[in-house]
C-alpha cells in the first residue's frame, strides 16, 4: 500500500460518516423534535388550532392548568394507568413465569394465549372488553343476574372505570412481562438452587434470595417499559369509556385529543403536552436510576 | 418421582388449564356475540341457537374493511422498508465510529425514545397541515418511521457492536471496497437475525396503530383498520354484533401471522422490549 492510500484509509477511518445518519436525523428532527420544540412556544398562547391569529399570553395557560380540577383528576388517572398497570403487569408476569417455567402440561398453550392479547391493537382490545362490561347485554352483568345480583354500569362508573382500564391494560400486555420474567428465570443457574436444598432453605427463602436478586435486570426493564406505556395510554381508553363521564377517566393523552378537536383549545391542548413530558420523563428516569442501582446491591 | 411432588405437578398443570381458560373468556365472548343476529338478545356465555355468518360480510362492506386492509398494508410496508434501510444506515457510523460527534448523535436518538410523540400532537397536526399530508399515506408511513427509529438504531448499533467482527470490513476497505459497498455486501446480510425482530415490533405496531392514524387518516379514502373500527362502532353502539364480527376481521391477520410465526414474534418483541 502507497503512503497517499494510507493516509486516505486513515482519514476515511476515523470520519463520523455523518451523511450516513442524516436521513434518520431528519426525519427525527422534523416529525419529532421540531414539533415538540413548536409546542413549548404554543403552550404560551391562546391559539385555537386553526386561525391565523392568536397571541402570546405568558404563563397564563400554565396557571389555568394548574388551578383546572380536571388537570388533577387527569394526572392522578394518568399515574394510576401507569403505575397501577405496571404493579400488576408484573406481580403476575412473574407468577405465570414461575409456573410456566415448572415441566408441566399445558405449558406451551397457556404461554401461547396469555401472550396473544400483545400483538393484537389495543383499539380493539378495548372493545372485547367493551362486550364483557357493557351495562346492556354485557356478559358481565348475565352473571350477575344469574347470580340474583343488580346489573352494574361498570364502564359507566367512573370510581370503577379506571380500574377496568388497568385491568384491560394488564390482560393486554402480561404476556410481555411473563416472557422477559422467563427468559431472566432460564438464565438463573440450577447450581443456586442445589446448594440452597442442601443447606435447608424453604422455596420462599431461594425465591426471596436467590430468584428475586437474580431477576432484577429482568425487572428494571419490564417496570421501565411498562411504566412509560401506561403513562402514554390512549387507545383502550377511547374503546372502552371514551375518557367519560365527563372527564372521569380520561388520561393526558386523551385529555388533549379532546381539547384540541372537540374544544379548539390548542394552546391549552399544547400546555397539557408538556406536562405530559415532564411528567414521564421525570417517571421513567426516576425508575430506570432506582432499579439499576439495585441491581449494583443486588 | 416421588407421590406429592407428582401430585403438585398434577396441581400446576390444572392451574396452568385454568389460568389458559380465563385468558380464553375475552375472546369467547368475542365470537359469540360476532355469530348472532341483530335482536339475538340471548347471553353473551351461550352460543347462537343458529349461527349468523351474515354478520361478517355485511361487517366487512358497511365499514368499507377491504379498503382498510389495502390502506393498513400499504403504510405497514413502506413504513417497515423505510425503517430497515434509513435505520441500519444510520446504525452503522454510530456503532463503529466513536468521534465526538457520533458518539453525541447516538444519545440524541437514545434521548428520543423516551419522548411520547402524542405529546407534541398539537404542533405535529399544525406541521402535517401545514406540509399539505393531511390524508395521505405518507403521513402515517413518516410518523411511524420517525416514532420507531430511534429503536430501531438502539437495536441495529446494538447488534453490530457485540456480534460483527470488525475484522471483516477491515479486510474488505485494504481490498479497496467502498463503505457503502462495504455495508450493504457484507454488513447488511449479517444483520438477518436482528432485522427480522425489527420487522415484526414495527409490523405489529404499525399495523395496530390507532394513536397516529386517528389524527391524520380521518378521509374514509384512506383510513386505517383501526380508525375503520372506531367509526363503525360508533355508527352501530345498537348493533354490537356487527362490530364484534368487523373486530374479528380487522384482528384476523396478525393473530394467523402469530399463530404460525409464534416463536419469530415472542423472540422479536422481547428483544425490541428488553433491550428498550
Known amino acids: 500500500m502507497s503512503l497517499s492510500t494510507r493516509k486516505t484509509a486513515k482519514i476515511e477511518k476515523n470520519s463520523s460518516l455523518w451523511w450516513m445518519y442524516l436521513p434518520a436525523f431528519l426525519f427525527v428532527a422534523f416529525f419529532i423534535v421540531y414539533p415538540f420544540l413548536n409546542g413549548i412556544r404554543i403552550s404560551f398562547t391562546n391559539w385555537n388550532g386553526f386561525s391565523q391569529m392568536y397571541e402570546f399570553i405568558g404563563l397564563q395557560q400554565y396557571t389555568r392548568m394548574l388551578t383546572d380540577p380536571d388537570t388533577w383528576t387527569i394526572v392522578r388517572n394518568t399515574l394510576l394507568y401507569g403505575i397501577g398497570s405496571t404493579v400488576f403487569q408484573n406481580v403476575l408476569g412473574l407468577a405465570y413465569a414461575l409456573l410456566l417455567n415448572q415441566s408441566i402440561k399445558f405449558k406451551a398453550v397457556t404461554r401461547t394465549i396469555v401472550y396473544l392479547p400483545v400483538i393484537i391493537s389495543p383499539l380493539i382490545m378495548g372493545y372485547i372488553w367493551y362486550f364483557f362490561f357493557a351495562y346492556q347485554g354485557g356478559a358481565l352483568n348475565d352473571v350477575l343476574m344469574a347470580l340474583g345480583m343488580d346489573q352494574i354500569n361498570a364502564l359507566g362508573n367512573s370510581d370503577l372505570n379506571i380500574w377496568i382500564i388497568v385491568f384491560v391494560n394488564t390482560f393486554q400486555f402480561v404476556g410481555i412481562a411473563m416472557i422477559i420474567y422467563l427468559a431472566g428465570l432460564q438464565s438463573v443457574s440450577k447450581d443456586f438452587y442445589e446448594a440452597a436444598d442442601i443447606d435447608g432453605a424453604s422455596s420462599f427463602q431461594q425465591f426471596k434470595n436467590i430468584t428475586l436478586p437474580l431477576l432484577m435486570p429482568s425487572i428494571t426493564i419490564n417496570m421501565v417499559i411498562n411504566i412509560i406505556g401506561g403513562l402514554k395510554l390512549f387507545d383502550v381508553i377511547i374503546s372502552l369509556t371514551g375518557g367519560g363521564p365527563g372527564n372521569a377517566s380520561q388520561s393526558m393523552s386523551t385529555f388533549m385529543y379532546d381539547l384540541y378537536f372537540s374544544r379548539q383549545d390548542a394552546g391549552y391542548a399544547a400546555t397539557q403536552g408538556v406536562l405530559m413530558m415532564v411528567i414521564i420523563l421525570i417517571l421513567s428516569l426516576s425508575a430506570l436510576v432506582y432499579f439499576r442501582r439495585k441491581e449494583v446491591e443486588a | ?276
Request: aromatic share 14%.
Open chain 2, 1 to 276: 418421582m416421588n407421590y406429592t411432588s407428582k401430585r403438585k405437578k398434577t396441581m400446576l398443570s390444572m392451574l396452568a388449564f385454568v389460568i389458559t381458560l380465563l385468558h380464553l373468556i375475552p375472546f369467547y365472548i368475542l365470537i359469540t356475540t360476532a355469530l348472532k343476529a341483530k335482536g339475538d338478545f340471548s347471553s353473551k356465555w351461550f352460543f347462537p341457537t343458529e349461527i349468523n355468518w351474515a354478520n361478517f360480510s355485511e361487517a366487512w362492506e358497511q365499514a368499507n374493511l377491504g379498503n382498510a386492509l389495502l390502506n393498513t398494508m400499504i403504510i405497514t410496508f413502506f413504513a417497515a422498508i423505510l425503517l430497515i434501510v434509513v435505520g441500519s444506515l444510520a446504525s452503522y457510523p454510530l456503532a463503529r465510529r466513536q468521534t465526538k460527534l457520533n458518539k453525541f448523535m447516538y444519545m440524541f436518538f437514545i434521548a428520543i425514545m423516551v419522548v411520547p410523540p402524542l405529546a407534541a400532537l398539537v404542533p405535529l397536526y399544525q406541521l402535517v397541515v401545514s406540509i399539505g399530508l393531511m390524508n395521505t399515506h405518507e403521513v402515517a408511513i413518516f410518523n411511524n418511521v420517525a416514532a420507531y427509529l430511534p429503536l430501531t438504531i438502539f437495536l441495529y448499533a446494538g447488534f453490530i457492536r457485540s456480534t460483527i467482527p470488525k475484522s471483516l470490513e477491515e479486510a474488505a476497505r485494504i481490498d479497496g471496497a467502498s463503505t457503502m459497498s462495504i455495508f450493504f455486501r457484507i454488513v447488511f446480510p449479517l444483520l438477518k437475525p436482528v432485522t427480522a425482530s425489527i420487522l415484526i415490533i414495527a409490523c405489529v405496531f404499525i399495523w395496530n396503530d390507532y394513536q397516529f392514524a386517528i389524527f391524520f387518516l380521518q378521509d374514509k379514502s384512506v383510513q386505517t383498520m383501526t380508525v375503520a373500527l372506531s367509526g363503525f362502532f360508533g355508527e352501530n353502539t345498537n348493533n354490537l354484533n356487527l362490530v364484534a364480527s368487523a373486530a374479528i376481521i380487522a384482528m384476523l391477520p396478525m393473530v394467523i401471522l402469530f399463530l404460525f410465526l409464534q416463536k419469530y414474534f415472542i423472540k422479536g418483541l422481547a428483544s425490541g422490549s428488553v433491550k428498550g
